[in-house]
């Protein structure tokens, strides 16, 4: 039996019908070919941070994991699906984040899960800022924005602008 990544599927129907709607969210409409071009971006991006793939798969017993775990901290948006994609196209592990979890909860969360990155919406600013200092591995915030978008936090990075810098 063939393995088909997920990343790689979408490519391949990405590939075969580009101008297909792929998400609508309200008025916002993204084609197939269009998300695929942000996939792309937003992976680039993270492996150019140092994110990746840091044990081979030989190297591990079943259950562990070879890569770095980003966190997504999102409501259902376009932005999570973009996230998840990315993910799994630089070679990393989208872990999902409920957005009711208090921040203690959080801060057990994203340290059993090892995560290095965290891609979170503006609305948790707050939350993401009270569980910083007690998550050390956790070196790259992405902040969505939203409609009660405040200021970016120190040393996190817009989402927006990352899409972006993948173009250049």
Same mark, same amino acid.
């Given at each position: 039996?063939?393995? $088909?990544?997920?990343?790689?599927? %979408?490519?391949?129907?990405?590939?075969?019908?580009?101008? !297909?709607?792929?998400?609508? &969210?309200?008025?916002?409409?993204?084609?197939?070919? &269009?998300?695929? +071009? !942000?996939?792309?971006? $937003?992976?680039?991006?993270?492996?150019?941070?140092?994110?990746? +793939?840091?044990?081979?798969?030989?190297?591990?017993?079943?259950?562990?994991?070879? &890569?770095?775990?980003?966190?997504?901290? $999102? %409501?259902?948006?376009?932005?999570?699906?973009?996230?998840?994609?990315?993910? %799994?196209?630089?070679? /990393?592990?989208?872990?999902?984040?409920? =957005?009711? =979890?208090?921040?203690?909860?959080?801060?057990?969360? #994203? !340290?059993?899960?090892?995560?290095?990155?965290?891609? =979170?919406?503006?609305? %948790?600013?707050?939350?993401? &800022?009270?569980?910083?200092?007690?998550?050390?591995? #956790?070196?790259?915030?992405?902040?969505?924005?939203?409609?009660?978008?405040?200021? /970016?936090?120190?040393?996190?990075?817009? =989402?927006?602008?990352?899409?972006?810098?993948?173009?250049?």
């Amino acid at each position: 039996m063939t393995e $088909l990544a997920l990343a790689e599927l %979408f490519d391949t129907v990405s590939g075969a019908v580009p101008e !297909r709607e792929c998400i609508v &969210q309200g008025p916002r409409r993204l084609s197939f070919g &269009q998300v695929a +071009a !942000r996939v792309a971006r $937003l992976a680039s991006w993270l492996r150019s941070q140092g994110l990746g +793939a840091v044990r081979s798969r030989d190297e591990l017993e079943p259950w562990q994991s070879g &890569q770095d775990h980003v966190a997504l901290y $999102l %409501f259902n948006s376009p932005e999570y699906l973009e996230a998840m994609l990315a993910s %799994f196209r630089a070679r /990393l592990v989208p872990c999902n984040v409920n =957005y009711r =979890y208090t921040v203690p909860e959080l801060v057990s969360l #994203l !340290r059993d899960m090892r995560a290095r990155a965290l891609v =979170y919406h503006a609305a %948790f600013s707050a939350q993401v &800022q009270a569980i910083r200092a007690a998550l050390p591995e #956790l070196r790259l915030l992405i902040q969505v924005p939203t409609q009660d978008t405040g200021p /970016l936090l120190p040393g996190a990075f817009d =989402y927006d602008a990352v899409i972006e810098i993948g173009r250049a």
